[in-house]
């Protein structure tokens, strides 16, 4: 830590430990690490900003109450170091105690994460979550227009309907689906999609979910096997809300033990 460093900790550890806490860890890493999260999953994935903020924007600010716990360990120690540098001389063990550190920091950022996710997973525990009832749907159907494969799922569009739509891949069957409208030809799409639209964040076109698709007179995906194939990937949310859970107390564990570690030596 340099003399520039030094007065920069000073005045900050002068305002108190309780407010860097909140200031750089809740407000400065949580809220702005939940904003861009909500940002990235919305742009890669088939749900909105909103979908995603309502549960990052708890989720990160609780995992930034460690991270400015840490936060604040670490430059405290490393203030301390510097206040003393004569421990240093006298300790031959100084520098194998500084090459451990970033072993206990990296063990920590790991369960701060697996925290976030956790709490994630277990904000998602619904079966039923994004399922619209059948009666809520609205019918279509024209010819094919154009069709986009992506990671996340199947779009398309159809001819003289000004709606988009899509498929998404957590509802399964997405081959076959795909097959489908590649070969549809001239075929007459017909689709059952709810209201609600999302859509990346960057761009202008906003999609329907659909959630029954015929093509001429086959039934691609009905309303059943897709709800079943959407609650099947939502039951297995709450498990690795839990893996995620047990991984970032084992982990901490292991931060705080190499941290004593490193602090006898």
């Not at 939940?34 to 309502?54: D, G, P, R, V």
């Not at 939502?234 to 004593?260: D, E, H, I």
Request: charged share 20%; with cysteine; proline share 3%.
């Amino acid at each position: 830590m340099n003399e520039k460093q030094r007065k920069k900790w000073e005045a900050t550890r002068a305002k108190g430990k309780m407010r860097f806490i909140i200031v750089n860890g809740v407000i400065n890493w949580g809220i702005l690490s939940a904003i861009l999260w909500s940002y990235t999953m919305a742009t890669a994935t088939s749900k909105t900003f909103s979908s995603y903020f309502n549960v990052s924007i708890v989720a990160f600010p609780i995992g930034g109450i460690l991270f400015g716990l840490l936060n604040w360990r670490f430059s405290e120690q490393k203030y301390l170091r510097a206040e003393k540098p004569e421990t240093n001389l006298e300790c031959p063990n100084v520098g194998s105690s500084l090459r451990k550190r970033p072993s206990w920091i990296g063990l920590a950022v790991f369960s701060l994460l697996s925290f976030i996710i956790g709490v994630f997973c277990l904000f998602q525990s619904n079966p039923h979550a994004g399922v619209p009832k059948r009666d809520e749907l609205i019918v279509t159907k024209g010819k094919l227009a154009w069709i986009q494969k992506y990671k996340y799922g199947t779009r398309f569009g159809l001819l003289g309907v000004a709606e988009n739509f899509e498929y998404p891949s957590k509802a399964k069957g997405m081959n076959i689906v795909r097959g489908s409208l590649e070969s549809a030809g001239d075929e007459i799409i017909s689709v059952e999609y709810e209201k609600g639209t999302h859509g990346p964040i960057s761009s202008d076109k906003h999609y329907h979910n659909i959630w029954v698709l015929n093509v001429g007179t086959r039934q691609i995906r009905s309303f059943e096997e897709t709800v079943s194939s959407w609650e099947r990937d939502n039951r297995l949310t709450p498990w690795l809300g839990v893996a995620m859970f047990l991984s970032s107390f084992y982990l901490a564990f292991s931060a705080r033990r190499n941290f004593q570690t490193s602090e006898q030596l």
